[in-house]
């Protein structure tokens, strides 16, 4: 069953603009994970962050998470055209840190 | 260099008929997992395998068997293939006590 959902389904921003997406997802988890993939690719994991952290940066990357709405925010600073691609939360339930569920994605799109 | 292979990249094939995508990973890494990838549904588990010898299903197992004889290796097998398994499947992979998963570059199947 899908355990995160992303919003928005899609998003389209001008290069150097700020890209933010968010996952929600229904139950406890040990860890969110944020994923990119580029056109039909495989999956580039981006960043991890624990069920007890409350935010995470990355280089330009910057998660949040709040355990308490069941939520997390995926921020992309000052966007370059590579940055397009789709971008997919996964979750992983207690006592299972190997059985991810994905979301089906946020597509970006970085308009030159 | 580390990576999750896969082949056949692409796969078009007949209803009924038996096929294999084989996934092999140069990382030795304990566990490793299939997925299918659907449009508006983002990715979904198919099977796990948490060490040799050790499966498990995912959320959408019907008409799917694995087999984990190797670590490196863990094929998927569609013994009677259907239209409805038109879709685009990746293999990944991560080793013990992490969580980040190493994706393939996907096998694109079509059941006509």
């Known amino acids: 069953s899908q355990q995160g959902e992303e919003d928005p389904q899609a998003l389209s921003i001008q290069e150097g603009e700020n890209a933010t997406m968010n996952c929600s997802y229904k139950?406890?988890?040990?860890?969110l994970q944020w994923y990119r993939q580029n056109s039909g690719r495989g999956l580039v994991h981006l960043i991890l962050?624990?069920?007890?952290?409350r935010e995470k940066h990355s280089g330009r990357l910057r998660v949040t998470l709040d355990t308490s709405k069941k939520s997390s925010s995926l921020l992309i600073t000052a966007s370059r055209a590579a940055d397009t691609a789709s971008y997919f939360c996964?979750?992983?339930?207690?006592?299972?840190?190997?059985?991810?569920?994905f979301g089906a994605g946020t597509t970006v799109t970085v308009r030159a | 260099e580390a990576q999750v292979t896969q082949n056949p990249r692409y796969l078009i094939t007949v209803t009924g008929k038996k096929l294999t995508v084989t996934c092999s990973q140069n990382?030795?890494?304990?566990?490793m997992s299939w997925y299918r990838q659907d449009p508006g549904l983002g990715l979904r588990q198919i099977y796990y395998?948490?060490?040799?010898?050790?499966?498990d299903k995912g959320d959408v197992p019907e008409g799917y068997k694995v087999s984990r004889k190797e670590k490196r290796n863990f094929p998927l097998i569609l013994e009677s293939p259907s239209p409805n398994q038109t879709s685009l499947y990746f293999c990944?992979?991560?080793?013990?006590?992490?969580?980040?998963?190493?994706f393939g570059p996907g096998t694109r199947l079509t059941v006509l």
């Open positions: 990944a992979s991560t080793g013990q006590g992490a969580n980040e998963q190493f």
């Open positions: 139950t406890s988890i040990n860890n």
């Open positions: 962050i624990r069920s007890n952290e």
């Open positions: 996964a979750t992983d339930p207690l006592f299972n840190d190997y059985k991810l569920s």
């Open positions: 990382m030795n890494h304990e566990y």
């Open positions: 395998s948490m060490n040799v010898e050790v499966t």
